[in-house]
């Protein structure tokens, strides 16, 4: 998509990823014009590593500058836009603690990844969300989907047996998180007055499992039946904390979605 100053911007991602909503909230939240561009999983590593030189999503290519991951996409926007909002601080110790608290979020996202796999890789939802839009033929939607699971259950570690000790990590970065959230001065921001990425990054890796409106998963997750029960057990204990209600809060009040997140592939 082209933007006033006739810039072509491209967000490459998958469309179900929590770390691809990272990308778009910084987007969304910097008001600038971009095009959701979708991509095949495997595939991805061989475009994006020689343009990027990381493999992951999501990838940015902001007028022939292409930065990769999440958070190197964040510090890009604020040092090619400064006269749009900012995203991190410009004091040196706020700023250090939104970045730590990233980091922190991050790590809780890869967690609930693997989290939420364990429990729905076998299921319909993780592959409608690849791959719904997808123009993919019956035979080659069934390869594919073959090939999402192989690789996600490898990737990922999502099975059964590693539940306990991830489940053990959760818990205690969500302790640690949610004691950010008790120590906030602002009663809607982690840190300082305004938005910023360590708000966004929490709010994002958490979505897959609180599932708020205006989330990707919101719409595809929560109708989903029957629910595995351990799996609701836990969302509901999340939801019910106050660091899930500061999530939910923030997509109520900041999370001004586009609605793009299915992509164009």
């Known amino acids: 998509m082209t933007d006033k100053a006739g810039t072509a911007r491209t967000l490459y991602q998958f469309p179900q990823s929590h770390f691809a909503e990272k990308g778009r909230w910084l987007l969304d939240y910097k008001g600038l014009d971009y095009q959701a561009r979708n991509l095949y999983p495997v595939l991805n590593r061989l475009f994006l590593w020689p343009k990027t030189g990381v493999m992951t999503i999501p990838a940015l290519n902001d007028g022939g500058r292409w930065v990769g991951d999440s958070t190197r996409i964040a510090l890009y926007l604020d040092d090619?836009?400064?006269?749009?909002?900012?995203?991190?601080?410009?004091?040196?110790?706020?700023?250090?603690?939104?970045?730590?608290?990233?980091?922190?979020?991050?790590?809780?996202?890869?967690?609930?990844?693997?989290?939420a796999m364990i429990y729905l890789i076998n299921t319909p939802v993780p592959p409608t969300l690849y791959f719904q839009d997808a123009p993919l033929t019956g035979p080659l939607r069934a390869v594919?989907?073959?090939?999402f699971r192989a690789g996600v259950k490898s990737?990922?570690?999502?099975?059964?047996?590693?539940?306990?000790?991830?489940?053990?990590?959760?818990?205690?970065?969500?302790?640690?998180?949610?004691?950010?959230?008790?120590?906030?001065?602002?009663?809607?921001?982690?840190?300082?007055?305004?938005l910023s990425l360590?708000?966004?990054?929490?709010?994002?890796?958490?979505?897959?499992?609180?599932?708020?409106?205006?989330?990707?998963?919101?719409?595809?997750?929560?109708?989903?039946?029957?629910?595995d029960q351990d799996w609701v057990a836990v969302q509901q204990s999340v939801a019910q904390r106050p660091l899930g209600q500061f999530?939910?809060?923030?997509?109520?009040?900041?999370?001004?979605?586009?609605h793009n997140w299915r992509g164009h592939w």
């Open 80 to 115: 090619a836009y400064p006269d749009l909002p900012p995203l991190l601080s410009a004091d040196p110790v706020l700023r250090a603690q939104q970045l730590h608290l990233n980091r922190l979020a991050e790590s809780l996202g890869v967690l609930v990844r693997q989290h």
């Open 144 to 147: 594919a989907t073959w090939v």
């Open 155 to 194: 990737l990922y570690k999502t099975y059964p047996k590693y539940l306990p000790r991830v489940t053990a990590k959760i818990v205690g970065l969500l302790d640690d998180a949610e004691q950010h959230v008790m120590a906030r001065r602002h009663p809607d921001f982690l840190l300082g007055d305004q």
């Open 198 to 227: 360590a708000d966004i990054a929490l709010a994002s890796m958490l979505a897959p499992l609180l599932l708020p409106e205006g989330s990707p998963w919101h719409s595809i997750v929560a109708p989903a039946t029957p629910p």
């Open 247 to 258: 999530v939910y809060a923030l997509y109520a009040g900041h999370r001004h979605s586009r």
